[in-house]
């Protein structure tokens, strides 16, 4: 029987086989940030192990920097001690850091394909959960925890047991893809699946609807794999994907070679089956925008909020949980999305700060005004996004729009630096979660595309950008 | 890590679902650099109050359930970051079991490193938990939690067990390996970063 992408990739890094245990697995890229590995170098230091692989570990600093003027100093000291870890622990143990100073200097999951180091087939982790965005190029990409990093650092293998796959079909065409996303495809599904649907799977997503999508917009698919609670996400390499990574600083010098091999390799057999499919057909999807508390409550930019009666389909938790979103965000079911009003736009993360994000939202805001009382700001997903986009004049049109427009950087997708809500500020934001207090404690989020924020920045709540004339 | 020990007490009773690990441990506390002390500022923004006072009407704050080992929760518990931290301040503040009805990937394999066992159980039996109010003893060697007026079987990976009841270093363990991975990394084909 034939085999899935998936499936192809995880055999050929297997490293031991056991019945009935994990497999280890071998792991070809290694993307580390401050955060979630201070702990792992401590652990190889108190155990006296070195880094197996440092020419196969890549490290940056993404989550506490500040997105505000570089030259100055980090006055938060926690971050700062932070990011001094990481540049400490990078020197004693030989790995390549592009540090806060450096033109690569990004948001891990951007940098890594635009530096050309994610590719097809191979295994990436970080530790991270938003790793899922590497699948966008063919890899097999996760997110893992601290043990897991140190256990990489150390030994270039995991330990894995084999997720399911799950076939994600994406049917059909956009009517207008340039109000309807690639986050709007995305919202779908998980509204669709559920945060749990993916649970122990790797999602393989398919179809029409995906290979139509550019390399930026396959990695907001995959990006949010994770919220559909699956292991990874992964798209098959095709010419896109080869075109997109050829001539980056770190693609490989027998790049083609490569590619002739992937070519043959890289897809999923016709006669292969998956342990569990969803079929979305986007002929006639409509904008989302998230109205709870987890990125399953999402709806149409043209419905009420649902009841949670109706959201949860009898389900008593799921119901509950409703309300308490509700109460959580201050909304009521019955209210139109488009009443709702926005204190804050953020335009950045890993799931939308790439260079066609901030085009498309660019077109949207083009010779107007953020609406008064509305404070926006755009954070460009890498340094390198952000060079070309000033190149391009788009820093101009957004800050004469009044957005703010930063330093690269996670910024107020966790709001570890110092861009957070405040206390009940409700923010239409490009970013991956909406949880409680996830963008400042006591903030409301809003999940939506970067030319759903740009048009609620302008209208000062949100908008049908189906309604406005973007081709 | 410690090997695993049978554990004997009240349970927790958090009754919600998709709790996410924002909610354990929020990102204010993903600053610091060591792994001990995050027990204090688990589920902090359920805990305390904007000026950091305890809130009454927070299952963690009711004094009845001080010293309880157990948390028993609904579905999909520990979604979204995989923030080691959350797992590491649910360890600190004395958790060594979860029961829920589903856990997500990440973190329920963040357990296993950490010497705290992950039990899913059916949805039904979770409603009996939430309502238990007598101790309960979770054996890990023969898989029975024992209540006051039951013995409930649960299923557990035997290698994840074994990791736990050995207290089992991962990183030791795959060390016997070395020769594996060098003969892997032989006849690699993916080319080196830099």
Redesign the interface.
Known sequence: MGKTLFEKIWESHI??EKQ???D?I?I??HLVHE??S??AF?GLRM?N?KV??P????ATMD??VPTSDRSLPIL?Q??A??IK?LENNCKDFGI?LFDINSPNQGIVHVIGPQLG?T?P??TIVC???HTSTHGAFGALAL??????V??VL????L?L?K?KTFEVRVEGKRKNPHAVTAKDIILSIIKNIG??GG??TVIEYRGEGISDLSMDQRMTICNMS?EG?A?AGLVAPDQKTFDYLRGRE?T???YES?VD?WKDTLKTDSDATFDKQFILDINDIAPQVSWGT?PGMTCDVDEPIPSPDKFSNGDA??K??AE?ALEYMALESGTMIEDIKIDRVFIGSCTNARLEDLIEASKIIQGQKVASGVNAMVVPGSQMVKKQAEEMGLDKIFIDANFEWREAGCSMC???NPDILS?GERCASTSN?N????QG??GRTHLVSPVMAAAAAISGHFVDVRKLDLN | MEPFENVKSIVTPLDKVNVDTDQIIPKQFLKLVQKSGFGKFLFFNWRYDENENMKSDFILNDPKYDGSKILVTGDNFGCGSSREHAVWALDDYGFSVIISSSFADIFFSNCFKNGILPISLESKIIEKLLQETNAIEVDLENQIIKTSSEDISFEINSHKKKILLEGLDDIAQTFQYKDKISEFEEKSTVPSVL
């Open positions: 490293v031991v009935n245990e994990p280890l071998y070809d890229r955060v979630t201070p702990q401590d155990n192990r197996r692989r020419d196969l570990t890549i989550h506490n938060d926690t971050s001690v932070q870890t390549k180091i590719l087939g191979s530790g991270d959960s997110g893992i925890g601290t043990s897991e140190e256990h150390a030994s270039q293998t330990w047991e997720p945060t749990a649970t122990g994770i609670g292991r770190y490989p010098k027998n490569l091999s987890n938790n799921q509950k949980g308490k966790l709001g570890m206390p979660r949880f409680e207090g996830r404690n006591g």
